[in-house]
């Protein structure tokens, strides 16, 4: 094995999969070996990733690919056809249900990630899962040779100072519910705002609820629970804070 390979269809700052994505590259790339990471999209923020195209022309027999599977797309049908050695790493598909009425354009590539998971079984000669109940999908549709690797996590990024600003905001607040993680259907952000409307009708009356995460990929979801919050008169007491900016 000479170099390895990585992609997904989208690599995006903040996301945990593509954070895993580029940890990974780091690791290989420390043990001697040449790794890339290539996309279909790479998100505004993010560095150092080539397009999808070039691993038609990249990648050798003698190298590995490593395909990231959350969603579906088209062209995975065409990387599986290259000559060289291939990995699957499952992150999970979320159910295409949870996009209906919401978000078609998700729900389709829900869909059809489901369906490749089965039917590109054969590509693959391991497929790990990022989770025990992950491994067990992969079993169900078909992969022979699986194992469970948890992503990486490389905390150097988060060794900086608070910000002020926040700190001083927060400060002397008593109760403060904190949720890290994009607006999303998936996500059930409604729940937790229903969450607040009977802790703070049982609890504390005080109670705020931070909703850390980007929100444009989603605006009719978002747009919901923005109303949700409204109806249940918690506006003040939601705050959707939007993206954080990470270090690099």
């Not at 000669?125 to 690797?149: D, H, Q």
Request: aromatic share 10%.
């Amino acid at each position: 094995m000479s170099t390895v390979h990585q992609f997904h269809p989208t690599l995006a700052p903040g996301d945990a999969m593509s954070n895993h994505v580029f940890a990974l590259r780091r690791r290989i790339r420390g043990w001697g070996y040449e790794s890339y990471a290539y996309a279909v999209e790479a998100k505004a923020g993010v560095a150092d990733v080539r397009s999808y195209r070039r691993l038609f022309r990249d990648v050798k027999p003698d190298d590995m690919l490593i395909v990231h599977f959350s969603m579906g797309h088209e062209v995975i049908d065409q990387l599986v056809k290259l000559n060289a050695r291939k990995v699957l790493v499952y992150h999970n598909i979320t159910p295409p249900e949870f996009f209906s009425g919401i978000n078609p354009h998700a729900a389709a590539h829900a869909r059809l990630g489901l369906r490749q998971l089965a039917r590109l079984a054969s590509s693959f000669e391991l497929a790990i899962g990022v989770s025990e109940f992950n491994r067990r999908a992969l079993v169900e549709a078909g992969y022979e040779e699986t194992a469970r690797v948890p992503i990486l996590l490389d905390w150097t990024h988060l060794a900086e100072e608070p910000n002020a600003a926040v700190l001083a905001r927060w400060r002397g607040v008593r109760s403060v519910i904190l949720f890290v993680g994009r607006i999303s259907p998936n996500k059930r952000q409604d729940d937790l705002v229903r969450m607040l409307a009977y802790y703070r009708r049982c609890i504390d009356p005080e109670a705020t609820l931070v909703l850390v995460g980007a929100f444009r990929d989603q605006p009719q979801y978002h747009g919901r629970v923005q109303a949700l919050v409204e109806r249940l008169g918690l506006g003040g007491a939601v705050l959707f804070a939007g993206a954080v900016d990470i270090p690099t």
